[in-house]
Nanobody
Framework: QVQLVESGGGLVQAGGSLRLSCAAS????????MGWFRQAPGKDREFVSA????????YDADSVKGRFTISRDNAKNTVYLQMNSLKPEDTAVYYC?????????????????WGQGTQVTVSS
């Protein structure tokens, strides 16, 4: 069983930055691909970014390319999402997810474990 706990959300002005963290329990973290998803009020959950188990492969949604960076520290069982140049449309609950697979993918149905989410609010 894998447990994921997100942190780092909050309220920030447009143009600002936040770094989200996701701490994973268990000894299989280094063999899992990790992803970040988000869900805004009244909208479906959408893919944000994903990173391979080794960290050498990443995949970002077009809406965040050049602004968000995903990374991981397998020694700390933690994945990060550095978010820069935030926009009001980035406001959402951000979820961390894990899957047993080598490739970073965007389909939420491919992920096996999910965190509870952390709220990010960007004011204009």
């Amino acid at each position: 069983q894998v447990q994921l706990v997100e942190s780092g959300g909050g309220l920030v002005q447009a143009g600002g930055s936040l770094r989200l963290s996701c701490a994973a329990s268990g000894r299989t973290f280094s063999r899992q691909t990790m992803g970040w998803f988000r869900q805004a009020p009244g909208k479906d959950r959408e893919f944000v970014s994903a990173i391979s188990w080794s960290g050498d492969g990443t995949y970002d949604a077009d809406s965040v390319k050049g602004r968000f960076t995903i990374s991981r520290d397998n020694a700390k069982n933690t994945v990060y999402l550095q978010m820069n140049s935030l926009k009001p449309e980035d406001t959402a609950v951000y979820y961390c997810a894990a899957r047993y697979g080598t490739s970073p993918v965007a389909d939420s149905s491919d992920y096996d474990y999910w965190g509870q989410g952390t709220q990010v609010t960007v004011s204009s």
